[in-house]
Each structure stands twice: as structure tokens, then as C-alpha cells.
């Protein structure tokens, strides 16, 4: 079944540590996403690509890092996490061409809480 | 830069009550306007969407929006709300580029 994947859902980590969000869709879609999201608070762009070695900073200024090496795989990486990384982390999708099929569609989140 | 208002953040009613929740938006261009809901342990997923035409939008689940450009409004309603429509309601708009602004979400607690 086509969707988008996010691992891990949840995690809780050090300060300092190296970590990699992944994010994978089965939809074919040219055009990947990551959002942020802060209990209470609008989503904000991080990053987006529009297909593959495409990658491009946000609304939201962010000290994390994407690759898209495969049109399917969008993973996010902080070289090292601080408290104020904390934040719910949200990959979406959505097809390329004709605007009015670009709606995004969106992963489960991976919830990142930084000690 | 471009924002997107939704004033409700918490809206409790019971069921069988209509619903409104609105939405404001600030940018003076050709915009595309959406509502995303997310059920409790889902993903975000689209309500209904907004590109051109007739500015009363139908989507899924008996929801619709209206959009009213001289307000810069895309307000959601549905006549009667069920308990299944608990959820965070995400009004979002797309302008030229290919990026959706998101307003702060309104939670929906629908009483039995």
C-alpha cells in the first residue's frame, strides 16, 4: 500500500548525540518535505526537495541536514542534539506537475525530546 | 510574509451541533487553500482543498469551506458534528512557490 513511513516515532536522546530522522514514501513522488511542529504552534517548513540531490532550507531556519540520494528516502540528520531540538519533526510528500494535485501527504512524526 | 489565523483554538460542542472554524489568511496573491485533520494516533491527512472554481469547497466526511477572497477567509463548517470528528484541524494556504503555510491547528472535542 502506497504511504510515507517515518521511524523512529518516538525518541528520547542525550545532548550532544549524532541523529538521523528517516523518512520513506511509496508514492513516487518527486517532492518531499520536512516540517516542525512545537506543542501549540504552527508547522514550519525545515527543508524541501523537489527530486533527487535536491535540497532546500525552509521558512524556518533549522541546524539540521537532508539528503535525497533515492527519490523515496528524505532523512534528517543533527550532528549533535540540544534541548532546544526538541520538537516534533513531520516528513510529507506530495507529487510534482500539475499544482492542483499538489496536496502533501504527511507521515506519523517522530517526536524528539532532547535531555 | 504570508500567515494563516485560526482564532479557535479549542472548540467543544456536542453532537448534532454545527460547526464552524475559522480561518484568515495574509497574502495578497494567487493563493491555494487547504484543511487538514488529524485524528488522535493518525497522520495528518486532507480535509478538502481549495485551487479554483466555485469558492464552496465539498470534502470529505460532510465537511465544506467556503472561500471568501474579499476576506481573505477560508472558514470550515459542518451542519452536525459526530464524535469521530474529534480531531486538530489545520487550515493551510500555498502560494506561488510550492510551500504550505500552516495556521496553529484547532482541537475539536465533539461530546457524545
Known amino acids: 500500500e502506497a504511504d510515507i513511513y517515518q521511524t523512529p516515532r518516538y525518541l528520547v536522546i542525550g545532548t550532544g548525540k549524532k541523529i538521523t530522522l528517516e523518512c520513506s514514501q511509496t508514492?513516487?513522488?518527486?517532492?518531499m518535505y520536512w516540517y516542525q511542529q512545537d506543542p501549540g504552534m504552527e508547522l514550519h517548513l525545515i527543508h524541501y526537495?523537489?527530486?533527487?540531490?535536491?535540497?532546500e532550507k525552509g521558512d524556518l531556519s533549522s541546524e539540521s541536514t537532508v539528503s535525497r540520494i533515492r527519490t523515496e528516502h528524505f532523512p534528517l540528520t543533527l550532528e549533535s542534539a540540544r534541548p532546544s531540538h526538541t520538537s516534533q519533526y513531520l516528513c510529507?510528500?506530495?507529487?510534482?506537475?500539475?499544482?492542483?494535485?499538489?496536496?502533501?501527504?504527511f507521515g506519523p512524526g517522530t517526536r524528539l525530546t532532547v535531555l | 510574509a504570508q500567515s494563516v489565523s485560526q482564532h479557535n483554538h479549542h472548540v467543544i460542542l456536542s453532537e448534532a451541533a454545527s460547526l464552524e472554524l475559522g480561518c484568515n489568511y495574509s497574502y495578497g496573491g494567487t493563493v491555494n487553500l487547504f484543511w487538514y485533520v488529524q485524528y488522535p494516533g493518525q497522520h495528518l491527512q486532507l480535509l478538502l482543498k481549495?485551487?479554483?472554481?466555485?469558492?464552496l469547497v465539498k470534502g470529505i466526511k460532510g465537511f465544506e469551506a467556503e472561500f471568501i477572497k474579499s476576506k481573505f477567509s477560508f472558514n470550515l463548517r459542518k451542519p452536525s458534528v459526530q464524535w469521530s470528528d474529534t480531531a486538530e484541524y489545520f487550515c493551510?494556504?500555498?502560494?506561488?512557490?510550492?510551500?504550505?503555510?500552516f495556521g496553529t491547528g484547532t482541537r475539536l472535542t465533539v461530546i457524545p
Open positions: 493551510a494556504v500555498k502560494t506561488g512557490a510550492n510551500n504550505l503555510f
Open positions: 481549495y485551487f479554483s472554481g466555485d469558492p
Open positions: 508514492m513516487g513522488h518527486d517532492k
Open positions: 510529507a510528500s506530495s507529487h510534482g506537475g500539475d499544482p492542483s494535485y499538489n496536496e502533501q501527504f
Open positions: 526537495s523537489y527530486g533527487v540531490n535536491s535540497t
